[in-house]
């Protein structure tokens, strides 16, 4: 659980399992330093920028957002809850008070890439966030991966994750993202990037992202040690 | 906006101040325009800039994002608060890289490089480059300035020569010394008088050796 006012620098304080490494990741690259230390997880979500770089990670997390009102509170899953465009589920009597990653969606590790123009106080181009998890054999057991700057609100990869559940992590994987047309995408032209840019730009930061977290799952020992929240 | 003042007490650069302000007022505001202490720049007023960047309790943030209210009861440092008296040894450093040009830019990545010096005295290049990643420049091009941060920490022997050794060289090590400190016998000194190596200007003025520059 994560309270709402936890800024990005409290999360990349905090110790917690591989499988939240992505969203350390991303609360580095989070404007500055000097964002980082004011801004908060929960604004990050009711702003519905498309390029809001805490929603891949808690994505892939399956997190769900706490709304409490007057009359009591309610839980929506994270894609119910951001709508669209600066668009979000919340009632103008509601505050999203803090947010529940369920302890199924913890395992293995993750990785986070952001392309930007420059490292520091950008809006993403296009960003990824991948998470996955392995069985006994080594074989992909669960493959959550989320891509956001590409469409309205970010977006599961539900063909690919499908795609890549039995395969062997590396090469095999990586055939995979390159078998993948990235239909869900429907990403803009604009000041930032064109639209074909973008597209690529996905493929390529998913490859990437997915190699990563490959090393990190072979650093931890193979099967993605089960994490202890 | 029409809001009802209110109080807020304060600790700026260690000494207990009041307001009376709308607690929606920037905190940035307060500090020029209450406190006077206008060394604190406003550039954007969005967090985009970093000029306006104070310590409050001890972390770095943009001024500009802080309503002066949440302020209250804490101790915030601001880029007057760096030296006392006398320049500290980060400012010192920014003047000897010649790391400032037009200026606006300077107090936020005074306070930035102060916060970063804080936790970790002696920073390499990626450190540097993260805690400043926040504060725009657009005159110096950085360079001089990641320089002038990764100096402070060093004694005069381990200094980064400012013109004359690529960032990525190896520092000399402490028990070798370097070409400032130890120079051979009988080799001309790097920057004349050591009372004139404080300016900014003393490398080209004294004329360094061409095989040096």
């Given at each position: 659980?994560f309270?709402?006012r936890?800024?990005?620098?409290?999360?990349?304080?905090?110790?917690?399992p591989?499988?939240?490494d992505?969203?350390?990741?991303?609360?580095?690259?989070v404007?500055?330093i000097?964002i980082?230390?004011?801004?908060t997880?929960?604004?990050?979500l009711?702003?519905?920028?498309p390029?809001a770089?805490?929603?891949p990670?808690?994505?892939?997390?399956?997190?769900?957002?706490e709304?409490a009102?007057a009359?009591?509170t309610r839980?929506?899953?994270?894609?119910?809850?951001i709508?669209?465009?600066?668009?979000?589920?919340?009632?103008p009597?509601?505050?999203?008070?803090?947010?529940r990653?369920?302890?199924?969606?913890?395992?293995?590790?993750?990785h986070?890439?952001?392309?930007g123009?420059?490292r520091?106080?950008v809006i993403?181009?296009?960003?990824?966030?991948t998470?996955?998890?392995?069985?006994?054999d080594?074989?992909?057991?669960?493959?959550?991966?989320?891509v956001?700057a590409?469409s309205?609100?970010?977006q599961?990869?539900?063909?690919?994750e499908?795609?890549?559940?039995?395969r062997q992590?590396?090469?095999?994987a990586l055939d995979?993202v390159?078998?993948?047309?990235?239909?869900?995408?429907?990403?803009i032209d604009?000041?930032?990037?064109?639209?074909?840019y973008?597209?690529r730009?996905?493929?390529?930061?998913t490859?990437?992202?997915l190699?990563?977290?490959?090393d990190a799952?072979?650093r931890?020992?193979?099967?993605?040690?089960?994490?202890?929240a | 906006m029409?809001?009802?003042?209110i109080p807020?007490?304060l600790?700026?650069?260690?000494?207990?101040?009041?307001a009376?302000?709308s607690?929606?007022?920037?905190?940035?505001?307060v500090?020029r325009d209450n406190?006077g202490l206008?060394?604190?720049k406003?550039?954007?007023?969005?967090?985009?800039?970093g000029?306006?960047?104070?310590?409050?309790?001890?972390?770095a943030?943009?001024a500009c994002?802080?309503?002066?209210?949440?302020?209250?009861g804490?101790?915030?440092?601001?880029?007057e608060?760096l030296?006392n008296?006398a320049l500290?040894?980060l400012?010192?450093?920014?003047?000897?890289?010649?790391?400032?040009q037009?200026?606006?830019?300077?107090?936020?990545?005074?306070?930035?490089a102060?916060?970063?010096?804080?936790?970790?005295?002696?920073p390499?290049?990626?450190?540097?480059?993260d805690?400043?990643?926040g504060?725009?420049c657009?005159?110096?091009g950085y360079?001089?300035?990641?320089?002038?941060v990764m100096d402070?920490?060093?004694?005069?022997?381990?200094?980064v020569?400012a013109t004359t050794?690529p960032?990525?060289?190896?520092?000399?090590s402490a028990?070798?010394?370097c070409r400032?400190?130890?120079a051979?016998?009988?080799?001309?000194?790097?920057?004349?008088?050591k009372?004139r190596s404080?300016?900014?200007?003393s490398?080209r003025?004294?004329g360094m050796?061409s095989?040096?520059r």
């Amino acid at each position: 659980v994560f309270g709402a006012r936890a800024s990005w620098t409290d999360i990349l304080r905090h110790d917690l399992p591989p499988a939240f490494d992505a969203l350390k990741l991303a609360a580095r690259e989070v404007g500055s330093i000097q964002i980082q230390n004011r801004g908060t997880i929960a604004g990050n979500l009711c702003n519905a920028s498309p390029a809001a770089d805490g929603v891949p990670p808690l994505m892939v997390l399956d997190a769900q957002v706490e709304l409490a009102s007057a009359t009591g509170t309610r839980l929506l899953p994270l894609s119910d809850f951001i709508l669209g465009n600066r668009q979000t589920a919340r009632r103008p009597d509601e505050l999203l008070v803090a947010l529940r990653v369920p302890r199924a969606s913890t395992e293995g590790a993750s990785h986070f890439l952001k392309l930007g123009a420059r490292r520091y106080l950008v809006i993403s181009i296009a960003m990824v966030a991948t998470r996955i998890a392995l069985d006994e054999d080594g074989r992909i057991a669960e493959a959550a991966i989320s891509v956001g700057a590409c469409s309205a609100v970010a977006q599961r990869l539900r063909r690919l994750e499908t795609a890549l559940i039995g395969r062997q992590q590396g090469a095999d994987a990586l055939d995979a993202v390159s078998d993948c047309t990235f239909d869900e995408l429907t990403p803009i032209d604009d000041v930032r990037a064109s639209a074909a840019y973008r597209r690529r730009a996905a493929a390529e930061i998913t490859r990437r992202a997915l190699a990563a977290t490959s090393d990190a799952l072979t650093r931890a020992g193979g099967t993605g040690a089960r994490a202890a929240a | 906006m029409s809001m009802e003042r209110i109080p807020i007490s304060l600790e700026v650069n260690g000494h207990a101040v009041t307001a009376e302000i709308s607690p929606v007022t920037r905190l940035s505001s307060v500090l020029r325009d209450n406190f006077g202490l206008t060394g604190t720049k406003l550039g954007c007023d969005a967090g985009d800039c970093g000029a306006c960047t104070v310590l409050v309790d001890g972390e770095a943030v943009c001024a500009c994002l802080v309503p002066a209210a949440e302020a209250g009861g804490k101790h915030v440092r601001t880029v007057e608060g760096l030296s006392n008296g006398a320049l500290s040894a980060l400012q010192s450093s920014f003047l000897r890289h010649g790391a400032a040009q037009c200026g606006i830019c300077t107090p936020g990545f005074l306070v930035a490089a102060s916060a970063l010096l804080e936790d970790n005295p002696s920073p390499d290049e990626q450190a540097v480059m993260d805690a400043l990643g926040g504060v725009l420049c657009r005159c110096t091009g950085y360079r001089k300035i990641i320089k002038a941060v990764m100096d402070a920490g060093m004694p005069p022997c381990r200094r980064v020569l400012a013109t004359t050794r690529p960032l990525s060289a190896p520092r000399p090590s402490a028990s070798t010394g370097c070409r400032k400190c130890l120079a051979p016998t009988g080799s001309a000194p790097m920057n004349g008088p050591k009372t004139r190596s404080a300016s900014p200007w003393s490398d080209r003025r004294t004329g360094m050796p061409s095989s040096l520059r």
